[in-house]
C-alpha cells in the first residue's frame, strides 16, 4: 500500500508538469484569391473567406469583391464548387432559413436560399416586406424555434451619427410578426447575441459610442416580448465583444477589448449583473476574439487576432485556469498585414477573419485565419496539449514508436543506460520487460499509459503512449 501510494504521489506531480500547447506552422488552403490591393497594402475590409458548416459538411466562404465562391472540404483538399453570385455587405450566417433542410446564406441585405448542396437562388429578407437598416444578427429571440433576425439602422443627420437596432419576429414563412427597436443618439457598435444568463433566452449587447463616456449596453431578455437593459461604463472600446463561462460558475461572462481596441478586459457576469471590465492581457489592437475549449480540458480558451506590428497580424491564445484567470499569451501563427479600408460595419467583417474549428477531426479545435494581402486562406493546425518534458523529448528527436501499439514500442534515440518506468492512470507502476532500446507491455490492458525515462544524466522524462 506504501508503494502505491508513493507511486500515486509521483502521478500527480507528473500531472503538475508544465504543459503548453502546441500549432503547426501555417498551412495555405486557399491561395490565389484575387482580391484587390489598394495603395500601401491596404485591403478591403469586406473580403473574406467564411467557414460555414453547409448541409453538414465544411465549406469555405470566399467573398472577393462581392462576388462569393464556394469551396467545400474533403479528403483532407479543399475541393472549388465555383462561383454562386454576388452578395453585397457581409456574410452574416449559413443556417436552414426557410426549413427545406438546405442550408442557405444570410447576407447584409438578401438572402441565399439553398437549391440543391451547390446552387443558390437570391431572395430578399424578410420574404414579405424590407428591413429597415442591415442585417446583422440571426438568433430565436422569442424562443418559437423560428430564427429572428436583428438589424442596425445608421443614419447620419445634423452632423451626427443616430442608430437604431431592431429585433424582428418572423413567421414560420419568414414573414414578420412584430419587431421591437431599440434607439440610440450615438452610434452603436459591436452587437452580439447570447444566452447570457443561460435561461434559454436570447439576450444581445452592444457599444454605445458616446464622446468621453462610453458604454456598454446589455439587453436581458424577459421572454415576454420585452427586455432589462444594464448599463456598463466601458474605457472606449472599438466594438468587439465576446462571451462565455471564464469562471465556470454557470452563466456567461463578457469579453471586450479596451481603449482603441487594445488589451482584453472581462465583465463578471455575477448572477446577472456585471462587474466593471478587469484586464485579462495587455495587446495591440485586435480585430478578432474567439472564445473555444483548445486544448480539451471542459474550460474556455481566448483565441485572438491582433496587430502586433506594422506588417502583421498575429493569432494568439490564452489558456483557461478554470477560475476566470489565464495563463501566459502563447504564439499560434502570424499572416502579412499593412492595414484595411474601413466601414461603419468594419467590426463585422473582421470578427471572421479568425475562425474556430476542428475542420481535420482530430479532436482539436484549429484556427482559421484570412491572409488577404497573401491572397490565401490559412489554418494553424492544433497539435494539442505537449508536456514541457515532451518537447524537450522531441526537440531531442527521442521517439517511442509505432504509438499506438498492440504492446511492443520502440524507444529511439535514446542514451544507454538508462531507465525506464512505465506508470497507469492510477498512478500504479507496472513491472515491464525491455530490452535496450525495446518495450514490451503485451501483458498490460488496453489504455493510456506514460513512461518514465530516466536517463543516464538522471534527466527524467514522461512520453505518454497508448496500448491498443
Given at each position: 500500500m506504501k508503494q502505491l501510494l508513493l507511486n500515486t504521489a509521483f502521478f500527480f506531480l507528473f500531472l503538475q508538469t508544465n504543459y503548453s500547447q502546441e500549432f503547426a506552422n501555417k498551412r495555405v488552403l486557399i491561395n490565389d484569391l484575387g482580391a484587390s490591393i489598394g495603395n500601401n497594402d491596404i485591403q478591403n475590409v469586406e473580403d473574406v473567406v467564411y467557414a460555414k458548416v453547409l448541409n453538414g459538411q465544411l465549406h469555405f466562404l470566399a467573398h472577393i469583391d462581392e462576388v462569393l465562391t464556394l469551396y467545400k472540404f474533403e479528403n483532407d483538399q479543399v475541393i472549388e464548387i465555383g462561383n454562386i453570385?454576388?452578395?453585397?455587405?457581409?456574410?452574416?450566417?449559413?443556417?436552414?432559413?426557410?426549413?427545406?433542410?438546405?442550408?442557405?446564406?444570410?447576407?447584409?441585405?438578401?438572402?441565399?436560399?439553398?437549391?440543391?448542396?451547390?446552387?443558390?437562388?437570391?431572395?430578399?429578407?424578410?420574404?414579405?416586406?424590407?428591413?429597415?437598416?442591415?442585417?446583422?444578427?440571426?438568433?430565436?429571440?422569442?424562443?418559437?424555434?423560428?430564427?429572428?433576425?436583428?438589424?442596425?439602422?445608421?443614419?447620419?443627420?445634423?452632423?451626427?451619427?443616430?442608430?437604431?437596432?431592431?429585433?424582428?419576429?418572423?413567421?414560420?414563412?419568414?414573414?414578420?410578426?412584430?419587431?421591437?427597436s431599440f434607439f440610440s443618439s450615438s452610434e452603436l457598435k459591436g452587437a452580439q447575441a447570447f444566452d447570457l444568463n443561460q435561461d434559454g433566452l436570447t439576450d444581445f449587447a452592444y457599444i454605445q459610442d458616446i464622446f468621453g463616456g462610453n458604454r456598454l449596453i446589455i439587453q436581458m431578455n424577459n421572454g415576454n416580448g420585452s427586455y432589462t437593459e444594464q448599463d456598463i461604463s466601458v474605457?472606449?472600446?472599438?466594438?468587439?465583444?465576446?462571451?462565455?463561462?471564464?469562471?465556470?460558475?454557470?452563466?456567461?461572462?463578457?469579453?471586450?477589448?479596451?481603449?482603441?481596441?487594445?488589451?482584453?478586459?472581462?465583465?463578471?457576469?455575477?448572477?446577472?449583473?456585471?462587474?466593471?471590465?478587469?484586464?485579462?492581457?495587455?495587446?495591440?489592437?485586435?480585430?478578432?476574439?474567439?472564445?473555444?475549449?483548445?486544448?480539451?480540458?471542459?474550460?474556455?480558451?481566448?483565441?485572438?487576432?491582433?496587430?502586433?506590428?506594422?506588417?502583421?497580424?498575429?493569432?494568439?491564445?490564452?489558456?483557461?485556469?478554470?477560475?476566470?484567470?489565464?495563463?501566459?499569451?502563447?504564439?499560434?501563427?502570424?499572416?502579412?498585414?499593412?492595414?484595411?479600408?474601413?466601414?461603419?460595419?468594419?467590426?463585422?467583417?473582421?470578427?471572421?477573419?479568425?475562425?474556430?474549428?476542428?475542420?481535420?477531426?482530430?479532436?482539436?479545435?484549429d484556427v482559421f485565419v484570412n491572409a488577404i494581402l497573401e491572397q490565401s486562406f490559412v489554418v494553424f493546425e492544433n497539435r494539442g496539449v505537449i508536456s514541457s518534458a515532451k518537447q524537450e523529448l522531441l526537440d531531442k528527436k527521442i521517439e517511442v514508436y509505432p504509438n499506438p501499439s498492440s504492446g511492443q514500442f520502440v524507444i529511439n534515440n535514446i542514451e544507454l543506460p538508462s531507465a525506464v518506468t512505465l506508470i497507469d492512470m492510477n498512478g500504479y507502476v507496472h513491472p515491464i520487460r525491455s530490452d535496450n532500446n525495446r518495450l514490451d507491455i503485451s501483458n498490460l490492458n488496453a489504455g493510456l499509459y506514460f513512461l518514465r525515462i530516466k536517463s543516464k544524466d538522471n534527466e527524467i522524462h514522461n512520453i505518454k503512449i497508448v496500448k491498443k
Open positions: 453570385g454576388e452578395l453585397s455587405g457581409f456574410v452574416v450566417d449559413a443556417f436552414d432559413h426557410d426549413g427545406d433542410n438546405l442550408s442557405d446564406i444570410l447576407g447584409h441585405f438578401q438572402i441565399k436560399l439553398g437549391v440543391s448542396e451547390t446552387e443558390f437562388a437570391d431572395q430578399s429578407n424578410p420574404a414579405t416586406a424590407p428591413l429597415e437598416g442591415r442585417i446583422y444578427r440571426a438568433a430565436d429571440y422569442n424562443n418559437d424555434g423560428i430564427v429572428d433576425i436583428l438589424s442596425r439602422d445608421l443614419t447620419f443627420s445634423g452632423g451626427a451619427f443616430t442608430e437604431t437596432i431592431h429585433v424582428y419576429y418572423l413567421n414560420d414563412d419568414q414573414s414578420i410578426q412584430s419587431n421591437d474605457s472606449n472600446p472599438e466594438s468587439l465583444i465576446s462571451a462565455n463561462d471564464v469562471d465556470n460558475d454557470g452563466d456567461l461572462d463578457i469579453i471586450i477589448t479596451g481603449f482603441n481596441g487594445n488589451d482584453l478586459n472581462v465583465l463578471v457576469n455575477e448572477s446577472g449583473s456585471f462587474s466593471n471590465a478587469q484586464k485579462i492581457v495587455d495587446t495591440g489592437r485586435i480585430f478578432s476574439i474567439k472564445t473555444a475549449d483548445m486544448n480539451n480540458d471542459l474550460n474556455p480558451d481566448l483565441i485572438y487576432l491582433e496587430n502586433e506590428s506594422f506588417d502583421s497580424l498575429k493569432a494568439s491564445i490564452l489558456i483557461s485556469n478554470g477560475d476566470g484567470t489565464f495563463g501566459a499569451p502563447k504564439t499560434v501563427g502570424k499572416v502579412q498585414f499593412e492595414g484595411v479600408s474601413f466601414t461603419n460595419s468594419f467590426e463585422q467583417a473582421a470578427e471572421d477573419w479568425l475562425t474556430i474549428y476542428d475542420y481535420n477531426e482530430d479532436g482539436n479545435l
